[in-house]
Nanobody, 132 residues
Framework: QVQLVESGGGLVQTGGSLRLSCVAS????????MGWYRQAPGKQRELVAT???????KYSEFAKGRFTISRDNAKKTCYLQMNSLKFEDTGVYYC??????????????????????????WGQGIQVTVSP
């Protein structure tokens, strides 16, 4: 069972920085895309940034120049460095990953070092609060 776990959130004042981490675990064969999303109180979830397996990144307009997404494939970890934080950045931040599992062979393995199904997974979310 694939899981994504976020860490590094908390309380920071305006202009401060936070570094979020997302660790993927489970019977993982490969990770294609990883990304960060956020949801402010009373608003819909929105994209923050994404990074693919070629380290190509994309950012929402509000994140450009302030946030940096990166990944460590050996550690199966994605990071979001957030600088110059604003009060408007407050919300719950979610990690997402397009992940391919190892092939499941039931009693004959059961988990082979071969590619299985690919699906999108989500972390539980972590609170980021920026004080005015």
């Amino acid at each position: 069972q694939v899981q994504l776990v976020e860490s590094g959130g908390g309380l920071v004042q305006t202009g401060g920085s936070l570094r979020l981490s997302c660790v993927a675990s489970g019977n993982i064969f490969s990770i294609k895309d990883m990304g960060w999303y956020r949801q402010a109180p009373g608003k819909q979830r929105e994209l923050v940034a994404t990074i693919n397996d070629d380290d190509v990144t994309k950012y929402s307009e509000f994140a450009k120049g302030r946030f940096t997404i990166s990944r460590d494939n050996a550690k199966k970890t994605c990071y979001l460095q957030m600088n110059s934080l604003k009060f408007e950045d407050t919300g719950v931040y979610y990690c997402s990953g397009l992940i391919r599992e190892k092939q499941y062979n039931g009693d004959f393995g059961p988990w082979a070092a071969l590619p299985g199904p690919e699906d999108t997974y989500w972390g539980q979310g972590i609170q980021v609060t920026v004080s005015p």
